[in-house]
């Protein structure tokens, strides 16, 4: 097999040379054999890698929206940085004992959440929480990770499954991550995947979280039934770029439980994209918590809610079984508290009585089915790369 990615990278090399000028960077070992030891292991061509960096986004994805991508300005999607999380993503030796990876509790099908209340870990302990979908979380303007927001970004993140006792595993008990980087230095496929994202072959904490990251990152949804329809009416001047006009693929009931999503409460709405803003479906930052038991103090966040009919359960503790369920949290259950957000109270502070007929109720869930995308759920760019 040819290897076409040397000149490649020393042309890259030669560029940097002329523009920073620092210092000499360190010289590729990339092993001319590199394609074919990848291709022991994983299903990756590492001479054509899939596009991750240039995903292309439909016209309702503005200016506006774009310019809302959380990702710092030293860690850009690049492909091989991406495909490089890709495979850590999926690999099970990231594991104390070999058998649990990410996406074993992010399962590309279900939306990179699972169906399990809590989910197992590497020991068959289970989560305190359940597992969150991934997809446009570089849309979270937020920026923090977690239900509970604890991970200060999506590269604080990455690691800290590997290191959760429960998760998978490499806490301090067995000498930490830095005996996960040894593990790894030893399966042959690291190195050359390293070299080709970061330059050279050093397998380090702060690289593993920076592809990680930037696979985690490129999971975007742009293309469920509600983009389609979003697309054929996008016009920019309108408020919400158009948004509330109905969409002519959607059912009448399906515009309906739009319309409700969309229109704050004083309008007859039910107000929900004060907070899962359309349409990305991402959180607002400024969101506080939804009022689930009464005294809550935690403020916390959820995922987008693209894909979110593709499986319960739902919220920090996959309390909630059905979408129903959720509908009617929010139409007659919402508990005071101090972290429950003025979004979801009434004009003197009590919590918000929506009082929908069953119908609107309904036409809610119908709505909420139409936020699955499964163009990310089949994309074979987040598909496991393992053999
Ligand atoms: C054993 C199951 C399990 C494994 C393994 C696991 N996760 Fe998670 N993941 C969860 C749970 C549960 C949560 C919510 C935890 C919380 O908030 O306390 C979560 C939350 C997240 C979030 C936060 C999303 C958001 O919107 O805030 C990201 C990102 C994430 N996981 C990525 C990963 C990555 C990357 C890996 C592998 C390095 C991984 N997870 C491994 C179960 C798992
Ligand atoms: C004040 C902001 C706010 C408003 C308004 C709001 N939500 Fe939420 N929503 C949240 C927060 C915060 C969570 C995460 C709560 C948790 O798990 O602790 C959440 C969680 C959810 C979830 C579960 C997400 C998951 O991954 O399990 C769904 C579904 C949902 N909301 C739908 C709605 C609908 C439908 C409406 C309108 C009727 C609505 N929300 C209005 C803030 C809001």
Redesign the pocket.
Same mark, same amino acid.
């Given at each position: 097999m040819k290897n076409n990615l040397a000149p490649a990278i020393a042309l890259g090399f030669a560029f940097l040379a002329m523009t920073s000028c620092s210092k000499d960077p360190e010289p590729t070992v990339i092993p001319p054999d590199a394609n074919t030891i990848i291709g022991k292991y994983l299903n990756l061509n590492i001479n054509q890698l899939p596009n991750y960096a240039n995903p292309g986004y439909p016209v309702h994805y503005s200016n506006n929206i774009l310019a809302n991508d959380n990702a710092p300005s030293i860690n850009r999607v690049t492909d091989a940085g991406a495909v490089l999380g890709r495979v850590l993503f999926y690999d099970k030796n990231l594991s104390r004992n070999n058998s649990v990876a990410c996406a074993s509790c992010h399962i590309q099908e279900k939306g990179f959440?699972d169906d399990q209340t809590f989910s197992e870990g590497f020991d068959g302990g289970l989560t305190g929480a359940?597992s969150?979908?991934l997809g446009n979380t570089n849309f979270y303007t937020g920026d923090r990770m977690f239900?509970d927001k604890r991970a200060i970004d999506l590269e604080d993140q990455s690691t800290m499954p590997i290191k959760d006792h429960t998760e998978m595993g490499f806490d301090d008990s067995v000498g930490g991550i830095d005996s996960l980087l040894r593990k790894m230095k030893a399966l042959e496929y690291y190195p050359i995947l390293f070299e080709q994202a970061f330059g050279t072959t050093d397998i380090t904490e702060d690289r593993m979280q920076r592809a990680i990251a930037q696979f985690v990152r490129s999971m975007v949804s742009t293309d469920s039934k509600f983009d389609r329809g979003f697309a054929q009416v996008f016009n920019p001047a309108a408020p919400g770029a158009g948004d509330g006009a109905p969409f002519p693929n959607f059912t009448p009931q399906e515009n309906q439980g739009k319309a409700?999503?969309l229109s704050p409460p004083n309008a007859g709405g039910?107000?929900?994209?004060?907070?899962?803003q359309p349409p990305t479906f991402a959180?607002?930052a400024n969101? %506080?918590?939804?009022g /689930?038991d009464l005294g809550e103090t935690?403020?916390?966040?959820?995922?987008t809610?693209k894909n979110?009919g593709l499986t319960?359960?739902?919220?920090?503790?996959?309390r909630?079984a059905t979408?129903e369920e959720?509908?009617e949290h929010?139409?007659s259950g919402i508990q005071p508290g101090p972290a429950?957000?003025?979004?979801?109270r009434n004009p003197v502070g009590q919590p918000l009585r929506?009082n929908l007929t069953a119908n609107q109720k309904q036409a %809610?869930v119908a709505? /909420?089915q139409t936020l699955s995308d499964e163009t990310l759920i089949t994309d074979s760019r987040f598909a496991d790369p393992f053999k």
């Amino acid at each position: 097999m040819k290897n076409n990615l040397a000149p490649a990278i020393a042309l890259g090399f030669a560029f940097l040379a002329m523009t920073s000028c620092s210092k000499d960077p360190e010289p590729t070992v990339i092993p001319p054999d590199a394609n074919t030891i990848i291709g022991k292991y994983l299903n990756l061509n590492i001479n054509q890698l899939p596009n991750y960096a240039n995903p292309g986004y439909p016209v309702h994805y503005s200016n506006n929206i774009l310019a809302n991508d959380n990702a710092p300005s030293i860690n850009r999607v690049t492909d091989a940085g991406a495909v490089l999380g890709r495979v850590l993503f999926y690999d099970k030796n990231l594991s104390r004992n070999n058998s649990v990876a990410c996406a074993s509790c992010h399962i590309q099908e279900k939306g990179f959440t699972d169906d399990q209340t809590f989910s197992e870990g590497f020991d068959g302990g289970l989560t305190g929480a359940h597992s969150m979908r991934l997809g446009n979380t570089n849309f979270y303007t937020g920026d923090r990770m977690f239900w509970d927001k604890r991970a200060i970004d999506l590269e604080d993140q990455s690691t800290m499954p590997i290191k959760d006792h429960t998760e998978m595993g490499f806490d301090d008990s067995v000498g930490g991550i830095d005996s996960l980087l040894r593990k790894m230095k030893a399966l042959e496929y690291y190195p050359i995947l390293f070299e080709q994202a970061f330059g050279t072959t050093d397998i380090t904490e702060d690289r593993m979280q920076r592809a990680i990251a930037q696979f985690v990152r490129s999971m975007v949804s742009t293309d469920s039934k509600f983009d389609r329809g979003f697309a054929q009416v996008f016009n920019p001047a309108a408020p919400g770029a158009g948004d509330g006009a109905p969409f002519p693929n959607f059912t009448p009931q399906e515009n309906q439980g739009k319309a409700l999503f969309l229109s704050p409460p004083n309008a007859g709405g039910a107000g929900c994209a004060g907070c899962h803003q359309p349409p990305t479906f991402a959180l607002n930052a400024n969101s %506080l918590s939804n009022g /689930l038991d009464l005294g809550e103090t935690t403020v916390f966040k959820a995922p987008t809610l693209k894909n979110i009919g593709l499986t319960g359960p739902y919220m920090h503790d996959g309390r909630f079984a059905t979408l129903e369920e959720v509908v009617e949290h929010y139409n007659s259950g919402i508990q005071p508290g101090p972290a429950l957000d003025n979004r979801l109270r009434n004009p003197v502070g009590q919590p918000l009585r929506l009082n929908l007929t069953a119908n609107q109720k309904q036409a %809610l869930v119908a709505f /909420l089915q139409t936020l699955s995308d499964e163009t990310l759920i089949t994309d074979s760019r987040f598909a496991d790369p393992f053999k």
